[in-house]
Nanobody
Framework: QVHLVETGGGLVQDGGSLRLSCAASVSIAIINAMGWYRQAPGKQRELVAQIPRGGDTNYADSVKGRFTIARDNVKNTVYLQMNRLKPEDTAVYYC???????????????WGQGTQVTVSS
């Protein structure tokens, strides 16, 4: 099993910044993509940003140019730097990773518990 622990959410004013962190607690695993999703009240969960183990990152159009995703493969940690935050960024942010835990043959998706981000106008 892969246990994801998120930190860094909170309340910030319009135009402010926050940095989210998510550490994957696992002894042996092959972690593929890591990413962040968010869910606002009354809306479906949506992809915010994703970063594969190697390759190009992927961002939702609404956050391009404002958010930056990065990962540390040694620490099994993914980060989301959020700048120029807007009230419409208010949501619960969930960390996600796709990982294969031996001896399982297939990889599975794992989710964090979520962290609230609130941007006041």
């Amino acid at each position: 099993q892969v246990h994801l622990v998120e930190t860094g959410g909170g309340l910030v004013q319009d135009g402010g910044s926050l940095r989210l962190s998510c550490a994957a607690s696992v002894s042996i695993a092959i972690i593929n993509a890591m990413g962040w999703y968010r869910q606002a009240p009354g809306k479906q969960r949506e992809l915010v940003a994703q970063i594969p183990r190697g390759g190009d990152t992927n961002y939702a159009d609404s956050v391009k140019g404002r958010f930056t995703i990065a990962r540390d493969n040694v620490k099994n940690t993914v980060y989301l730097q959020m700048n120029r935050l807007k009230p419409e960024d208010t949501a619960v942010y969930y960390c996600n990773c796709n990982a294969r835990v031996p001896p399982d043959y297939y990889a599975n998706d794992y989710w964090g518990q979520g962290t609230q981000v609130t941007v006041s106008s």
